[in-house]
Each structure stands twice: as C-alpha cells, then as structure tokens.
C-alpha cells in the first residue's frame, strides 16, 4: 500500500519569502515521488519528479525538493515566491509492479503568495 | 506537438442521462487515466487502461465505465448521472514509470 500525505491545505507566504509545502510518503518499495502545479481552470503539470537518482531534484520555475529516506519526505521550496507562484500544489507517489504504474496523490496545498 | 485534450470541457446534463467525456492523446502512451477532483479530496482515480482492450476500475468507479478500442482515446461514460458525479473530471496518459501529463479537465454538472 502506498499513501501521500500533504501537511497543510492552504499556506500562504509573502512575495520574496521562502516557499515550503511539505509532503510526506509511505511506499513498500522504492517510490517515484512527483510534484505537480494547478494553475485556475487548469489540468495539472509536472514540477519536477523524483526516480532514484539524485536526492536533490530541480525542477521548473525555481522550484526544488528533497527526497529523505529516513523522514519518508518529499518537501517541495523555493527561496523567494513570485506572485506566479499562486497555484494548487499536488505531491504523488508512484510505484511499479509487474509493469504497471500505481500512482497516489495528496490532496493538495494552495499557495496564497501575499504582496 | 503531443498533446491530451478533452471534450467537452464544459457540460451541463440531468440526472438520469448518459453523458460521454472524451480524452484524445496524441503523446502514443500506453497508460491512460480518469480522475475527478472535487474540494478537500484532491485526484481520486475513476478508471485506468495500460493498452487497449485493458481497462481497471479506481477507488470511485461506481457509476462510470470506460472502453480502450485504440490507443489514443479513453472515453468515460456515465450510466445514468446523478448530482454526486457533479466534478472537474481529468484525464491524463504517462508512459509505465514516468510522470502523467494531464488534459485541461471536463466541469461536468448534474442537474
């Protein structure tokens, strides 16, 4: 079994500030762990994804996570938020077995990014 | 470009109908996904297809049925709708182990 948990439904930071959402996981095997982006009236879009390489995953638009082991976590920052950056955030956990692909996501964290 | 797209991206139908969302993918994935999103649930999967001819029910398909007769399109149905189907439907394609890549969403809106 597999699940996703995103701490904090709503965050908000002001322009300039340090961005975090936190997202923590728990999988059987090893995880392919990914952050997505949901701009209004929009499908979601991949911010960066995690597939057992690096630990320290860049992605899009400044946005980096970190993936520890020992703390089941995936949290996604970014140094200084950006008015842009107001959107829904969604962590997901995806595992393989047998070819097929199982993919879990949290329920999501809205951004707010005050002026 | 590849692409996934859906149609149509705003509906509005009365309970009792059969209503069919289209989801077209240009990007030649195996995999194939509905999702609808709805307030303090985030994604929740409907159905899913790794190929054609292969379809799988999600954690809410009750009420809803989807065919795979080629690669590009999953189309959903809803049997008879009713106002609990009432949502923001997603579809989405990946390859076995990659990221999804999602469709613009369906407003769907039972009356």
């Known amino acids: 079994a597999q699940s996703v948990t995103q701490l904090g439904s709503h965050v908000s930071v002001s322009e300039g500030a340090l961005v975090l959402l936190r997202c923590n996981y728990s999988?059987?095997?090893?995880?392919?762990l990914f952050w997505y982006v949901q701009y209004p009236n929009q499908g979601l879009q991949l911010l960066l994804k995690y597939t057992s390489a690096a630990t320290l995953v860049k992605g899009i638009n400044g946005f980096e996570a970190e993936f520890k082991k020992s703390e089941t976590s995936f949290h996604l920052t970014k140094p200084s938020a950006h008015m842009s950056d107001a959107a829904e955030y969604f962590c997901?956990?995806?595992?393989?077995?047998?070819?097929?692909?199982?993919?879990?996501f949290g329920i999501g964290t809205k951004l707010q990014v005050i002026p | 470009d590849a692409e996934i797209t859906q149609s149509p991206r705003h509906k509005i139908t009365e309970t009792g109908r059969q209503v069919t969302l289209a989801c077209h993918q240009t990007w030649n994935h195996n995999n194939m996904f509905w999702y609808r999103q709805d307030l303090g649930h985030g994604l929740r999967l409907i159905h899913y297809s790794y190929g054609v001819q292969d379809t799988n029910k999600g954690e809410v398909s009750d009420g809803y049925s989807v065919s795979r007769s080629n690669t590009e399109d999953l189309p959903l149905t809803l049997e008879s709708a009713a106002s609990s189907q009432t949502s923001v439907y997603f579809c989405a394609s990946s390859e076995p182990g990659s990221e999804q890549f999602f469709g613009p969403g369906t407003r769907l809106t039972v009356l």
């Open positions: 999988s059987s095997v090893p995880p392919y």
């Open positions: 997901a956990v995806s595992r393989n077995s047998g070819g097929y692909q199982k993919v879990t």
